[in-house]
């Protein structure tokens, strides 16, 4: 165990003999002992001994100490107002972290202030604002094992969204959980820790929270038949147990912030169990099929930057959802990213989305009209979720009352409105009158932000709370009188009437003026130039009114909880309408995209349109990369034909002239179809796609022991294991990472398998240019290059895709334009000449017949920069000899060749 959980030793030997203060302390860090518990004291959240001294290097705060009977020991703190941003720090660096609040006033204790654990924070369960992405969500995971079947849950615990599904295979699994990157996850006996990413913290938990009894007497008290519900053993364990784990980062039972508390110091984890409240706002959980959404694996998710850029490049929201994303709420942004998170099969829900978008984009008030109104939406399901929790404000309904005024203008918007996906829409948005009716009158228009302090209910809501503040207000005014009357009274010109926190009312008489203060002036504080009194009457009246405020305070508080409570227990009505404004305001996204940037409606074609059956279909007229289009002036437009009879497209050209960006575009032009988009094209004519697979790019995992050629060849397998004819799969410069020949005869061999046992359609981008006489050999291959023309040594790139192998690969060229220094250029392209002459270029050994000229000249022209740089007598300094002899020639692009010896160059300049 980490030194800086759990109750230290030095307590735990004498913990009798701890002040009563510290004996607290010690038994909440042995009862939360997988936690680091932050205690408050006073204004600060404190850690002490082992955990003082490392939150201070975490958190680079000052190490201090603390002295009592029992010896000096480290103490480092927190100021509570600003706690968020440390613990977020210890989240990052892997903690989890238990809130010891205190749960009782300091006046209202005899003796230590009662202080219990109110809440876990961990990376999976957060609920505070400052510490969430409100653009998407946060899920915690659980993973158990019935068998051969493992079942997965997800729960978002700040809105209370709740997912189960379960597979036989692990790998499908391992793809759920790509889909939702949970930051934690707690995993059951006997369940594969490892699908999980190594960002992912896997938290241990009590395997009796498994156990598939009480797991299940979990559920019931959330879900009604979970037999039913769900689809086996494994996802009841799952379910059951991440319940119960977001019971337990819940804190102890405790009633509101004032913290009238009953804690259990039993260590029996099943009788805290037992004593939890359910969370109230965790109303339905849905079950879901992998297979009812087109599946994306972890590789595919980065490739086609659907959430996160390869490359920022000054454009860090270049992703797919960056440029479909125009919501106005962050429940239509969340709702967003769920869709393109989960791509839908089903045609009819796929059309269902179509037809919105395309009755939304075709009316631009109405659209116009809902943007607006929506941009008045507060996130309703963060909201109910704090409120259930009781950790609303009283601004935080009005937030909800606010929400809540906004939905009679969004019905009245969708009034007339003709698809059925926009009519249901319609009939969800409840406009909660009742709700927010009570709002309205228990709460002022502008609360503080404390709620114990009064000033948050509304005047006429409850008598007695007017009651209390007449009598205040009468004191007050006739203090506010008090100074003219006795000034009056008395003579004194000077007099004056004052409060101070400390003493009270009290009359200020000056030094020179004391002896016309009359008899029944009582003295109340001596200053330097003045006396301070009080009257019988002054005293009288100050205690109605320090009585009637407090009692005020009580009675708004209570009322506010009151109202809070039947706020909460709409909580079903509220996410039912939530659910109803954030599908509303993705739908309004999409087709607000649409209409701005002309994309087309998708045709989705079912199996008996199809001119052949069993495998897909794919018709791209004019399609234009969504990402990229956006961040270039312009972009050319290409098209895309495949089907049965042509489904395993070899593409050929230069670096830069566009390949990647054309696979890419058509991966995502389909994904976009899938979600209910319309897509950047002219026309579009598809087969709904079940997976997505893709090979692009170079990456290692030099952590894991794997080299840029073994990742490659790891998700090659993936690929032949799993892709099927219902399959669209990019590869792209498969077999770069090893020898020429190797490379060659690998990708040969993949494209032979693809085309001749998956039957998965196939977008094979390469640089090796014997793969086109394939086309000739495979049926339904065939090819298509990217044309260049090339003047006085120069190429100029079209960007357009045409039938046909590439006549070239334009290394030298490719090198130029990078900025490749001139010297090295020249000699490349005199070793392509020699070799076009038929002449052996010197220092290079014999050459593979399948490397492309440019490719064995710039690799010569390394080797013979290497052999000059390492020769005896030379003056190159022995470290950058040492580089030279260690560079992996085979392993490089000419490009990479060439950078690599322009930057030794530059060493060696300087």
């Given at each position: 165990m980490d030194p800086a959980l759990g109750p230290p030793d030095a307590m735990a030997e004498k913990r009798d003999e701890l002040t009563p203060m510290m004996r607290q302390y010690h038994d909440l860090c042995a009862r939360y002992d997988d936690a680091l518990v932050l205690f408050q004291v006073g204004d600060f959240y404190e850690t002490f001994c082992a955990a003082a001294e490392r939150t201070a290097r975490l958190l680079e705060i000052t190490l201090t100490s603390r002295e009592d009977s029992t010896g000096e020991y480290p103490m480092s703190g927190i100021p509570i107002d600003n706690a968020e941003s440390y613990v977020e720090t210890l989240l990052e660096a892997g903690y989890r972290v238990a809130i010891a609040d205190q749960v009782e006033a300091p006046g209202e204790s005899s003796g230590v202030v009662e202080r219990a654990v109110t809440r876990v924070i961990t990376p999976g369960t957060l609920t505070e604002d400052e510490l969430l992405a409100s653009e998407d969500n946060t899920f915690a995971a659980a993973l158990a094992r019935d068998g051969d079947t493992l079942g997965l849950a997800l729960l978002d615990v700040s809105t209370?969204?709740?997912?189960?599904?379960?597979?036989?295979s692990s790998e499908r699994i391992a793809d759920e959980i790509s889909r939702f990157e949970p930051p934690e996850a707690v995993v059951g006996p006997d369940a594969p820790a490892d699908l999980f990413s190594d960002?992912?913290?896997?938290?241990?938990?009590?395997?009796?929270?498994?156990?598939?009894?009480?797991?299940?007497?979990?559920?019931?008290?959330?879900?009604?038949?979970?037999?039913?519900?769900?689809?086996?053993?494994?996802?009841?364990?799952?379910?059951?147990?991440?319940?119960?784990?977001?019971?337990?980062?819940?804190?102890?039972?405790?009633?509101?912030?004032?913290?009238?508390?009953?804690?259990?110091?039993?260590?029996?984890?099943?009788?805290?169990?037992?004593?939890?409240?359910?969370?109230?706002?965790?109303?339905?959980?849905?079950?879901?099929?992998?297979?009812?959404?087109?599946?994306?694996?972890?590789?595919?998710?980065?490739?086609?930057?659907?959430?996160?850029?390869?490359?920022?490049?000054?454009?860090e929201d270049a992703t797919l959802v960056g440029v479909l994303d125009e919501t106005a709420s962050a429940l239509g942004g969340r709702k967003l990213r769920d869709w393109v998170r989960r791509p839908l099969l089903e045609r009819a829900r796929i059309e269902g989305r179509l037809d919105a978008v395309e009755e939304l984009t075709g009316s631009v008030q109405t659209r116009e009209t809902l943007h607006e109104l929506l941009r008045g939406v507060y996130d309703l399901e963060r909201l109910i979720g704090r409120t259930s929790r009781?950790?609303?404000?009283?601004?935080?309904?009005?937030?909800?009352?606010?929400?809540?005024?906004?939905?009679?203008?969004?019905?009245?918007?969708?009034?007339?409105?003709?698809?059925?996906?926009?009519?249901?829409?319609?009939?969800?948005?409840?406009?909660?009158?009742?709700v927010r009716e009570l709002i309205d009158d228990a709460i002022v228009t502008t609360p503080p932000v404390e709620i114990t302090e009064g000033g948050i209910i509304a005047e006429g809501y409850d008598a007695d709370l007017d009651e209390l503040r007449g009598t205040a207000r009468e004191g007050k005014a006739w203090i506010d009188d008090l100074e003219q009357r006795e000034r009056e009274r008395t003579g004194i010109d000077s007099l004056k009437v004052g409060f101070n926190a400390v003493h009270g009312y009290y009359i200020e008489v000056t030094n020179p003026n004391l002896e016309s203060v009359p008899d029944d002036y009582e003295r109340r504080q001596t200053l330097k130039n003045s006396e301070r009194f009080v009257t019988p009457e002054l005293k009288r009246r100050e205690d109605e009114i320090v009585?009637?405020?407090?009692?005020?305070?009580?009675?708004?508080?209570?009322?506010?909880?009151?109202?809070?409570?039947?706020?909460?227990?709409?909580?079903?009505?509220?996410?039912?309408?939530?659910?109803?404004?954030?599908?509303?305001?993705?739908?309004?996204?999409?087709?607000?995209v649409a209409a701005t940037y002309d994309y087309c409606r998708p045709e989705l074609l079912e199996d008996d349109d199809q001119k052949t059956s069993g495998g897909?279909?794919?018709?791209?007229?004019?399609?234009?990369?969504?990402?990229?289009?956006?961040?270039?002036?312009?972009?050319?437009?290409?098209?895309?034909?495949?089907?049965?009879?042509?489904?395993?497209?070899?593409?050929?050209?230069?670096?830069?002239?566009?390949?990647?960006?054309?696979?890419?575009?058509?991966?995502?032009?389909?994904?976009?179809?899938?979600?209910?988009?319309?897509?950047?094209?002219?026309?579009?004519?598809?087969?709904?796609?079940?997976?997505?697979?893709?090979?692009?790019?170079?990456?290692?995992?030099?952590?894991?022991?794997?080299?840029?050629?073994?990742?490659?060849?790891?998700?090659?397998?993936?690929?032949?294991?799993?892709?099927?004819?219902?399959?669209?799969?990019?590869?792209?410069?498969?077999?770069?990472?090893?020898?020429?020949?190797?490379?060659?005869?690998?990708?040969?061999?993949?494209?032979?398998?693809?085309?001749?046992e998956l039957g998965a359609t196939t977008l094979?981008?390469?640089?090796?240019?014997?793969?086109?006489?394939?086309?000739?050999?495979?049926?339904?291959?065939?090819?298509?290059?990217?044309?260049?023309?090339?003047?006085?040594?120069?190429?100029?790139?079209?960007?357009?895709?045409?039938?046909?192998?590439?006549?070239?690969?334009?290394?030298?060229?490719?090198?130029?334009?990078?900025?490749?220094?001139?010297?090295?250029?020249?000699?490349?392209?005199?070793?392509?000449?020699?070799?076009?002459?038929?002449?052996?270029?010197?220092?290079?050994?014999?050459?593979?017949?399948?490397?492309?000229?440019?490719?064995?000249?710039?690799?010569?022209?390394?080797?013979?920069?290497?052999?000059?740089?390492?020769?005896?007598?030379g003056d190159v300094p022995a470290d950058l000899a040492a580089e030279?002899?260690?560079?992996?020639?085979?392993?490089?692009?000419?490009?990479?060749?060439?950078t690599e010896l322009d930057r030794l160059q530059r060493l060696l300049e300087e």
């Open positions: 209370g969204e709740f997912l189960a599904t379960s597979a036989d960002a992912c913290m896997v938290t241990p938990y009590e395997p009796e929270a498994f156990d598939h009894e009480y797991a299940r007497e979990t559920l019931a008290r959330y879900v009604r038949n979970p037999d039913v519900l769900l689809a086996s053993d494994a996802e009841i364990r799952a379910c059951g147990a991440l319940l119960s784990y977001a019971e337990y980062v819940r804190g102890g039972d405790h009633e509101g912030e004032r913290g009238e508390t009953e804690t259990d110091n039993s260590d029996d984890r099943d009788t805290l169990n037992a004593a939890r409240e359910p969370l109230g706002y965790v109303t339905q959980l849905t079950r879901y099929d992998p297979r009812e959404y087109l599946l994306l694996d972890a590789v595919a998710l980065r490739s086609l930057e659907l959430f996160e850029p390869r490359a920022v490049h000054g454009h009781e950790r609303a404000n009283a601004r935080d309904l009005r937030s909800l009352r606010d929400t809540l005024a906004v939905v009679p203008d969004v019905r009245a918007a969708l009034e007339g409105t003709d698809c059925d996906r926009l009519r249901k829409l319609h009939a969800d948005l409840d406009p909660l009158v009742d009585s009637a405020e407090e009692r005020a305070d009580d009675r708004e508080y209570d009322l506010f909880r009151d109202v809070r409570r039947a706020v909460a227990a709409e909580v079903e009505r509220v996410q039912t309408l939530a659910d109803a404004l954030a599908t509303l305001d993705a739908l309004v996204s999409l087709s607000t897909l279909e794919l018709e791209i007229e004019g399609g234009r990369h969504p990402v990229v289009e956006r961040t270039q002036e312009s972009f050319v437009p290409n098209d895309v034909q495949l089907d049965d009879d042509r489904r395993v497209a070899i593409i050929t050209g230069p670096n830069m002239s566009g390949k990647s960006t054309y696979m890419r575009q058509v991966a995502q032009i389909v994904l976009l179809a899938q979600v209910g988009s319309f897509v950047p094209a002219r026309g579009a004519r598809l087969t709904p796609v079940e997976r997505i697979f893709t090979r692009i790019g170079a990456s290692d995992d030099i952590a894991g022991g794997r080299s840029t050629f073994m990742v490659e060849m790891d998700e090659l397998a993936t690929i032949l294991r799993e892709a099927d004819e219902r399959s669209l799969v990019l590869l792209d410069e498969v077999g770069r990472g090893t020898s020429t020949a190797d490379g060659v005869a690998i990708a040969q061999a993949i494209t032979e398998h693809v085309h001749d094979f981008a390469t640089h090796h240019h014997p793969l086109t006489e394939l086309a000739d050999d495979l049926e339904a291959a065939f090819t298509l290059h990217f044309a260049v023309d090339q003047t006085d040594g120069e190429v100029v790139f079209h960007h357009e895709i045409e039938p046909g192998a590439a006549t070239g690969s334009y290394g030298v060229e490719v090198a130029t334009a990078a900025g490749v220094p001139e010297d090295v250029v020249e000699r490349a392209r005199t070793l392509v000449a020699a070799e076009a002459d038929g002449d052996s270029p010197p220092s290079m050994g014999d050459s593979n017949p399948t490397e492309s000229e440019a490719e064995r000249a710039l690799e010569a022209c390394l080797g013979e920069a290497t052999q000059t740089a390492t020769a005896d007598g030279l002899r260690t560079l992996d020639l085979a392993h490089l692009t000419p490009v990479e060749a060439l």
